[in-house]
């Protein structure tokens, strides 16, 4: 239990139903897939021949994420069965991996840890009463009385610093630190590790990681979900497992929790054990059904490639005919739905979104200032040249410092309950993938904005200068990269939050004008059937038509947020692209290679020449 092996894992028969689930997921959404892969590509083509201007990213591309700080140390684990507080050695790699060793001198030796997991999904609770109630909710008994032979370890060990670490489909894992100093370094380090398992996806440059989205969208919507939510958290593997053990939960537990033994919590953590045995099952056929429709996705890709390249063109004009048509049927209806709960609530998320966006960028900005005024102060200062050294480290390392971007996460973290509030109405239940984009979103300009002072700085850093020469110097530098920095987040803001509020709002329009899809849609598909290529449907081209609409709404909505002056007629390179998605921007611009400044190779790692001893600061 609780970190163990499951005690009660599934008989051959359970085994069987879960494998022929998940096939049958497959088969339903591979299609989807393929769709997707076609129609990225048309995408990624169109965007690359149409006339665009040049992208204004003014800060260098930070070539070291996605990764988390390593951290490690002992703790003590509730593990065995019984369960019982045992000593550990946890590490936390640099990929979001928690492993745990019976001893230091194993893990030092290289030695198999005693378990592991991807931190994907799970939650960091440092409550112990928290922690409870939460069991109490996983079944119906779970808070009755308990027995003294099944006596709860939580309550009858009291733990001062507890790390529980929850999941909706996996077993928990309940570990204690020996203060809070250290409780509170694992649990910074513990959420960033999560952060960067769950969005994976989201932070991914590749086009079949946005058809892989889009498939998993329209699949659930298929199945009447129209609502977005955290279920596209985690790799392809992952996402394709959360989808299925949320169509498997009511009927587990309707067949399961019954037959379970024991009461109150100790009845729930027989829960817990069961679905992680039902996860693993899933989690293994979903990953080795993903892996052997890898060879057909890389073929297929390559053949959409030589296939669509030459047609575009056709393809394009073909899409913008049919689409002026669905728009002048589907107008109407469409302005009344956009009229009704979209019009009245769309101002206040969209300056919702804007300020937790734009307060966690001003907190990136503040630490940036702070980290060039210390250098500087130790440069004046004439500090030893291994003082130099360990303070342009520590400004290098900056971005991964779990404790230091924590004031910036934060921000991000606090506008959670409200956002949740606001975008119940229309079923987006993601506001957990807003919350870490805005984090990722701050991380990364912070380390590109790392990356570009100490690029720049070590330009114009000569061993001619003397201290106070360089001071001035690197005061230059922090201009320069601060301008850089409020160019280059504005207009990621702009890009994220239109993103989201497209995330929000196309589901919902989609769901109150489904009926008329159904009735109208085919009369419209023969000439798309026509011209024969898998890129284009007319469910694909219905959907950008809607897109289309609504953007327009939320482009005006960010003016008025933003102000009209901070907002460009082109919201990103493909703003007229009726395919524009959450994300788009930054696919895209990946795609051209668009930053207008981009350091040679080994840019980043170029060391930071500080006067007056250029021995000293050079390796």
């Not at 129209?226 to 009927?251: I, K, Y």
């Not at 975008?423 to 904005?449: E, H, I, K």
Request: aromatic share 6%; charged share 25%; glycine share 8%.
């Amino acid at each position: 239990m609780m970190g163990g092996r499951p005690s009660s894992p599934l008989d051959k028969r359970q085994q069987q139903h879960v494998t022929d689930r998940v096939d049958a997921l497959l088969r339903s959404f591979l299609p989807c897939y393929r769709g997707q892969l076609a129609a990225s590509v048309l995408r990624q083509v169109a965007c690359e021949l149409s006339p665009q201007e040049p992208a204004g990213c003014q800060l260098l591309r930070s070539k070291k994420l996605p990764r988390v700080r390593e951290h490690r140390g002992p703790l003590v684990h509730l593990r065995g069965h019984p369960p019982q507080w045992q000593p550990v050695f946890c590490v936390l790699r640099g990929d979001g991996r928690l492993e745990w060793f019976s001893h230091r001198e194993e893990y030092e030796d290289g030695g198999r840890p005693l378990g592991s997991t991807a931190l994907t999904g799970y939650t960091v609770l440092t409550c112990q009463r928290e922690y409870l109630r939460l069991l109490d909710t996983l079944c119906p008994d779970a808070s009755g009385a308990h027995t003294q032979e099944e006596a709860d370890p939580l309550l009858e060990m009291p733990v001062g610093c507890p790390l529980f670490l929850q999941h909706p489909f996996r077993r928990h894992l309940c570990f204690s630190a020996a203060t809070r100093e250290a409780q509170r370094a694992w649990r910074l380090a513990l959420q960033g590790g999560i952060r960067l398992r769950g969005t994976v996806l989201q932070r991914s440059q590749a086009p079949a990681a946005w058809a892989f989205l889009e498939a998993v969208r329209l699949y659930r919507q298929h199945q009447g979900h129209f609502g977005d939510d955290d279920v596209t958290l985690g790799s392809d593997a992952e996402v394709l497992t959360a989808v299925l053990m949320r169509e498997l939960l009511p009927a587990l537990r309707a067949q399961t929790l019954p037959g379970l033994r024991g009461a109150g919590r100790t009845r729930a953590w027989a829960w817990t054990e069961l679905l992680d045995a039902v996860h693993a099952a899933v989690l293994a056929r979903a990953s080795a059904g993903l892996r052997a429709f890898q060879p057909e996705k890389d073929e297929l890709l390559a053949a959409l490639e030589r296939t669509i390249r030459p047609d575009v063109d056709q393809m394009l004009r073909l899409r913008a005919r049919v689409a002026g048509r669905l728009r002048a049927e589907v107008q109407g209806p469409l302005e009344s739905c956009l009229r009704g709960k979209v019009a009245v609530q769309l101002p206040r998320i969209t300056r919702t979104l804007v300020s937790t966006v734009e307060a966690a960028l001003v907190a990136v900005q503040t630490l940036l200032a702070r980290g060039v005024d210390r250098l500087s102060r130790h440069l004046r200062g004439s500090s030893s040249g291994a003082q130099l050294r360990k303070e342009v480290y520590a400004f290098g390392e900056m971005p991964w410092d779990p404790e230091l971007m924590q004031i910036c996460y934060q921000e991000a973290e606090q506008s959670r309950g409200c956002l949740g509030r606001l975008v119940a109405p229309f079923g987006f239940l993601g506001t957990q993938s807003l919350v870490f984009g805005a984090q990722d979103l701050a991380q990364q300009l912070m380390a590109d904005a790392v990356a570009t002072f100490l690029q720049l700085a070590d330009q114009c850093l000569t061993t001619a200068l003397d201290c106070d020469q360089a001071a001035r110097q690197l005061e230059k530098v922090r201009a320069r990269v601060l301008k850089k920095f409020r160019s280059d987040s504005g207009s990621a803001r702009r890009r994220r939050v239109r993103g989201w509020l497209l995330g929000i709002f196309l589901p919902f329009v989609l769901s109150q004008l489904e009926q008329r899809r159904r009735v109208e849609l085919p009369a419209f598909e023969a000439d798309v059937l026509a011209m024969g290529s898998p890129a284009l449907t007319i469910e694909g081209i219905y959907e950008d038509v809607i897109r289309g609409v609504l953007s327009q709404r939320i482009d005006g909505e960010l003016k008025k947020a933003l102000g009209a002056a901070d907002v460009s007629s082109t919201l990103d390179g493909c703003s007229e692209a009726p395919w524009d998605q959450v994300g788009a921007d930054e696919e895209t611009e990946a795609q051209r290679g668009t930053c207008s400044r981009q350091p040679g190779p080994g840019a980043e790692v170029q060391p930071l020449c500080l006067p007056p001893a250029p021995e000293t600061f050079r390796s």
